[in-house]
């Protein structure tokens, strides 16, 4: 059993930063991959950034990367995303995930059927 739970989310202008925290309970920390995730309303879920088991080993999709930093701090069992130069189209609800238990093959830190666990989700919104 794994319980997420997302926080940091609010109202920032064009170019601002967030800075959205997800905070795992239930599992050692380390054993598991634990992703990003974006969904906006009539549109799929989109995969922001993960940090894979086993390895400091970080993937981020690719509208994103050089803009958003996925970092872990092992003490507070958290991870945590960065968020800069934000822009409209970024507006959505952020979802973490984790993937407890499984051997993770490249190619799966994109695909949500390869998490088990969701968080609630926290509300991001840009305006100008």
């Known amino acids: 059993q794994v319980q997420l739970v997302e926080s940091g989310g609010g109202l920032v202008q064009i170019g601002g930063s967030l800075r959205l925290s997800c905070t795992v309970s239930?599992?050692?920390?380390?054993?598991?991959?634990v992703g990003w995730f974006r969904q906006s309303p009539g549109k799929e879920r989109e995969f922001v950034a993960a940090?894979?088991?086993?390895?400091?080993?970080?993937r981020y999709g690719d509208f994103v990367r050089g803009r958003f930093t996925i970092s872990r701090d092992n003490a507070n069992n958290a991870v945590y995303l960065q968020m800069n130069s934000l822009k409209p189209e970024d507006t959505s609800v952020y979802y973490c995930a984790a993937a407890p238990g499984r051997t993770w093959y490249k190619g799966y830190s994109h695909r949500p059927d390869k998490y088990d666990y969701w968080g609630q989700g926290t509300q991001v919104t840009v305006s100008s």
């Open positions: 239930g599992r050692s920390f380390s054993s598991i991959t």
């Open positions: 940090i894979e088991q086993g390895a400091d080993n970080f």
